[in-house]
């Protein structure tokens, strides 16, 4: 895989790029393609993969040191409803970053994307980061993986929003978040499920969504 602090710059980069489109801006108090989660609230969500590296890169390690499928394991909004407080604090938080409109996200995501540009470079490989909204550590590299999987996912969900096309991103970036995606999918619904999801249409689950 390449370098996953590159892969994941260029998904951010996309991102501001999308959160630019003047479709955004036109439907910003409108639903949007997720339950209870406005245009505005989600572009805000996409932005925060942004700026959450940052908050993440100015903390100290905090607890223990996990793996991806335990700290997936260890939060609660994986599996948690629409109404848990977990849940609810995500999309509060969306909406109240995407408070002050569309321009004024903009201009803070490319800010904030212009510093990771320079700060994810310098960054010793066996750098470890504390979660300040939770209580335990990841690898930087294993985080950004996180947030390159968000960027991937919310980008399709803000374009389909606003009724515009996906974004297209090099394979290199989509490869790692469907191996994450498939191997989140794996833990939760067994290998069975996932196996004749993706090759006997006939045995096929409802579903092998990973969250």
Do not use: C
Not at 2 to 21: G, Q
Not at 130 to 154: I, Y
Not at 158 to 164: K, N, P, R
């Amino acid at each position: 895989m390449a370098e996953i602090r590159e892969l994941y710059l260029t998904a951010a980069a996309s991102a501001v790029a999308l959160l630019r489109d003047q479709a955004v801006a036109a439907a910003w108090a409108k639903p949007s393609a997720l339950t209870e989660f406005s245009v505005a609230g989600l572009a805000g969500h996409l932005a925060q993969q942004i700026f959450r590296v940052d908050l993440a890169l100015g903390a100290e390690p905090n607890g223990s040191v996990i793996p991806l499928r335990e700290h997936y394991a260890r939060s609660a909004w994986v599996t948690a409803g629409l109404g848990h407080e977990s849940n609810v604090s995500i999309r509060r938080g969306g909406e109240d970053t995407a408070a002050e409109g569309p321009g004024s996200l903009v201009a803070l995501a490319q800010a904030g994307l212009d510093k990771l540009t320079v700060a994810l470079r310098a960054e010793p490989a066996d750098r470890v980061l504390g979660l300040p909204w939770a209580q335990w550590s990841l690898t930087l590299d294993d985080f950004l993986l996180t947030r390159l999987m968000e960027l991937v996912v919310h980008s399709d969900d803000l374009a389909a929003s606003v009724g515009i096309p996906t974004p297209e991103l090099p394979q290199d970036v989509i490869d790692p978040v469907v191996d994450l995606l498939a191997r989140l999918a794996v833990h939760r619904h067994g290998p069975t499920a996932v196996i004749r999801a993706l090759s006997r249409t006939e045995r096929a689950p409802a579903t092998i969504s990973a969250f």
